[in-house]
Each structure stands twice: as structure tokens, then as C-alpha cells.
């Protein structure tokens, strides 16, 4: 099976994956715009720290969630960092100054400080499209992820982050009774709590409702990352649903100039590779490279055409 025609009906999140500048952005909002014209009610976002989509788009969606014109039930978000760790601090800053205070004479920086701790905002990052995932607004989630080494760094820190959890209750059942006054709330009570988050995050990409596709260009770089990101994400238990080679040269003939006909035969030669190593288990689809970039709806719906047209 080469198209994603089989994501019409589920699983519920699709994120993309792949190389930097191979096309995830592309491709996502490519699907997110076909899941939307199917009348699903779709969510597009990206995690991406240097997004493109309101580029792509040609509408700002940095920040908060922006329906986009021209598609009826289709809304898109650039996630903002730093409205992310606002959002945390609010939540929990208070609770944190709490427990250190008790323990140590510290002021408020100490929120400051945990807040910017390695993780926290990929953290809360995650928490963000687990509220939507679970929410009812939408039916359809793509979520537009960082270049490859981004996502799977996300998720091993997301693994730490738990881990790391795990043994908090018991050093600070320890440390509660050197406290000193009332803590509102306990800290093994606020780092279960975090616990669960982080077990929440990552039963919601490893479950059966989230499932990868990855991008890729029929190149020698593109294929070997394809093998490292396809293998990461098995050792993550992630759900891989297709491969998508994009930018294919296709339809070049003997009148094709030198340059064309030898990237062409170079693409073939590199489908092949991806198709003998995925397409029975995977499936690879293809897009073919366009004469201009993919900006605006006209475009990203070409680009959906070749996605979930059907084979047959
Ligand atoms: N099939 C295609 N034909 C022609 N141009 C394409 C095609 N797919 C993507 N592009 C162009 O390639 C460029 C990179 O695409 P895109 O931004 O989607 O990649 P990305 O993987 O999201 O990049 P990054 O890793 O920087 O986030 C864009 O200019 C886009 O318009
Ligand atoms: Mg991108």
C-alpha cells in the first residue's frame, strides 16, 4: 500500500516525522487539510522550535490556535515555548516555591530555575497536545514534529523525565519531615502528579491512537536517516504507519536534459532501496517533486491529491 489513504479513519493522532527539510511541514498540513475537507475536525500543530507552518499556510498561527480560511474545520497552532513555560509556571510555580521554601531559605527565582530545568518544556510541550488528544474538540490530530533527532531526544527525555520521577516519592517522603511549616501540598503529592503527566504523554504516542509517518527523500542522506529514525522508533514502541519519499523526479524522458535524467535514474534507484526495505511492512508512498515549492492551499492540496489519491 503506497498512499495514506488508510489514515482517513484513524488512529486519531498522525505526527510526522523525518530529516530536516524533507517535507514533514508539507506533508502534515497536506494531511491535516485532507482529514479537515473529509469532515473530521482537525488540529494542525508543530513543535517545531523554527516553524514554518504559518509560512505555509500563508496565515500566522505562531502562538494560539488559528482556524484556517478556506477549510472548513481545520485549525492550526505553532506552539510558542515560551507561552508554554508561562503556562507551567502559573500552574505549578506556586506550589514549587512552596516546597523549597519549606526546606531552604530561597526566593521566587527558585520557579524561574526549576522552570528552565532540561525538559520541562518539552515536558509541558507534550501535556499541551494531551489535553487536545484527550479533549472532544477535535476528531484529528497531525502533529508537524522537529527534524528526527528532535522527536526521539524528546521522547528519551520524556523516558528519563519518568524515570527520574520514580524515585521522588521516597526521597521526599524523606525530606517532609525535616519541613518546616504547612506545605500546601506535598511534594510527593506534586511530583506524582508530574509522574502521571509524563506517563500520560507517553502512553499517548506509544498507544494504539498514535502513529508516525515518516519523510524521507530518495537520496543516499535521506535514506539512511530513514533507517535510524524507522529504528528508533521501534526501540520506542512507537507505531510507524508509511514511509513518504518526497521531491521524486518523476516523468523525465530521453529529451529530459543530462541533469534531470541522472537525478531522476538516482531517485529511482534510491525509491528502490526504501521500497525493498519498507513496502511490505510499511508501505511507501510518493510524492513527485513540484516545479515550485508548496505555499498556500492550492499547493498543499496538490500535494494531498498525491498522498491519498487512491491506486486503483
Ligand atoms: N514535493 C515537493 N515539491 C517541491 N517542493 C517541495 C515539495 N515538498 C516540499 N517542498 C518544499 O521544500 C521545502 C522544505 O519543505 P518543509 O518546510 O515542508 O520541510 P520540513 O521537513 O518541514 O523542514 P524543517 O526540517 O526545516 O522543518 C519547502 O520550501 C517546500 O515548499
Ligand atoms: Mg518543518
Same mark, same amino acid.
Given at each position: 500500500?503506497?498512499? @495514506?489513504?488508510?489514515?482517513?479513519?484513524?488512529?486519531?493522532?498522525v505526527a510526522?516525522?523525518? #530529516?530536516?527539510?524533507?517535507?514533514?511541514?508539507?506533508?502534515?498540513?497536506?494531511?491535516?487539510?485532507?482529514?479537515?475537507?473529509?469532515?473530521?475536525?482537525?488540529?494542525?500543530?508543530?513543535?517545531?522550535?523554527?516553524?514554518?507552518?504559518?509560512? $505555509?499556510?500563508?496565515?500566522?498561527v505562531?502562538?494560539?490556535?488559528?482556524?484556517?480560511?478556506?477549510?472548513?474545520?481545520?485549525?492550526?497552532v505553532?506552539?510558542?515555548?515560551?507561552?508554554?513555560?508561562?503556562?507551567?509556571?502559573?500552574?505549578?510555580? &506556586?506550589? $514549587?516555591?512552596?516546597?523549597?521554601?519549606?526546606?531552604?531559605?530561597?526566593?521566587?527565582?527558585?520557579? =524561574?530555575?526549576?522552570? &528552565?530545568?532540561?525538559g520541562?518544556?518539552?515536558? /509541558?510541550? %507534550?501535556?499541551?497536545?494531551l489535553e487536545?488528544?484527550?479533549?472532544?474538540?477535535?476528531?484529528? $490530530?497531525?502533529?508537524?514534529?522537529?527534524?528526527?533527532g528532535?522527536?526521539?531526544? %524528546?521522547?528519551?527525555a520524556?523516558?528519563? /523525565?519518568?524515570?527520574?520521577?520514580?524515585?521522588?516519592?521516597?526521597?521526599?517522603? =524523606?525530606?517532609?519531615? @525535616?519541613?518546616s511549616?504547612?506545605?500546601k501540598?506535598?511534594?510527593?503529592?506534586l511530583?506524582?502528579?508530574?509522574?502521571e503527566?509524563?506517563?500520560?504523554?507517553?502512553?499517548?504516542?506509544?498507544?494504539?491512537?498514535?502513529?508516525?509517518?515518516?519523510?524521507?527523500?530518495? &537520496?543516499? %542522506?535521506?535514506?539512511?536517516?530513514?533507517?535510524? $529514525?524507522?529504528?528508533?522508533? &521501534?526501540?520506542?514502541?512507537?507505531?510507524?504507519?508509511?514511509?513518504?519519499?518526497?521531491?521524486?523526479?518523476?516523468?523525465?524522458?530521453a529529451?529530459?536534459?543530462?541533469?534531470?535524467?541522472?537525478r531522476?535514474?538516482?531517485?529511482?534507484?534510491? @525509491?528502490?532501496?526504501l521500497?525493498?526495505?519498507?513496502?511490505?511492512?510499511?508501505?511507501?508512498?510518493?510524492?513527485?517533486?513540484?516545479?515550485?515549492?508548496? #505555499?498556500?492551499?492550492?499547493?498543499?492540496?496538490?500535494?494531498?491529491?498525491h498522498?491519498?489519491?487512491?491506486?486503483?
Amino acid at each position: 500500500m503506497g498512499e @495514506l489513504c488508510d489514515l482517513e479513519s484513524g488512529p486519531r493522532m498522525v505526527a510526522v516525522t523525518g #530529516k530536516g527539510g524533507v517535507g514533514k511541514t508539507t506533508c502534515s498540513a497536506a494531511t491535516a487539510v485532507h482529514l479537515a475537507e473529509t469532515g473530521q475536525r482537525t488540529l494542525l500543530l508543530s513543535t517545531d522550535r523554527s516553524p514554518s507552518l504559518s509560512d $505555509i499556510l500563508e496565515t500566522d498561527v505562531f502562538g494560539e490556535i488559528t482556524s484556517v480560511d478556506g477549510v472548513d474545520g481545520l485549525d492550526a497552532v505553532e506552539m510558542d515555548y515560551d507561552a508554554i513555560r508561562e503556562k507551567w509556571k502559573e500552574t505549578y510555580g &506556586e506550589d $514549587i516555591y512552596r516546597v523549597f521554601s519549606s526546606f531552604v531559605s530561597v526566593g521566587e527565582e527558585v520557579i =524561574d530555575y526549576v522552570a &528552565e530545568a532540561p525538559g520541562i518544556a518539552d515536558e /509541558f510541550m %507534550l501535556g499541551y497536545i494531551l489535553e487536545y488528544f484527550e479533549g472532544d474538540v477535535y476528531d484529528r $490530530i497531525v502533529w508537524d514534529t522537529a527534524p528526527a533527532g528532535g522527536t526521539i531526544a %524528546l521522547l528519551e527525555a520524556q523516558e528519563r /523525565f519518568y524515570d527520574h520521577l520514580g524515585q521522588a516519592p521516597k526521597i521526599y517522603a =524523606d525530606l517532609r519531615s @525535616l519541613a518546616s511549616g504547612d506545605l500546601k501540598k506535598r511534594p510527593a503529592t506534586l511530583f506524582e502528579e508530574w509522574r502521571e503527566l509524563s506517563a500520560d504523554c507517553l502512553s499517548m504516542v506509544q498507544g494504539p491512537d498514535t502513529t508516525f509517518v515518516v519523510v524521507t527523500i530518495a &537520496e543516499g %542522506l535521506g535514506v539512511n536517516e530513514t533507517d535510524r $529514525i524507522i529504528d528508533d522508533l &521501534e526501540r520506542h514502541d512507537l507505531g510507524v504507519q508509511r514511509v513518504v519519499a518526497n521531491k521524486v523526479l518523476e516523468d523525465v524522458g530521453a529529451d529530459d536534459c543530462k541533469h534531470h535524467r541522472e537525478r531522476a535514474a538516482m531517485h529511482a534507484e534510491y @525509491l528502490e532501496v526504501l521500497e525493498d526495505r519498507y513496502a511490505s511492512e510499511y508501505g511507501v508512498a510518493t510524492i513527485p517533486q513540484l516545479p515550485r515549492e508548496v #505555499k498556500g492551499l492550492e499547493a498543499i492540496e496538490t500535494v494531498s491529491d498525491h498522498l491519498f489519491e487512491s491506486a486503483d
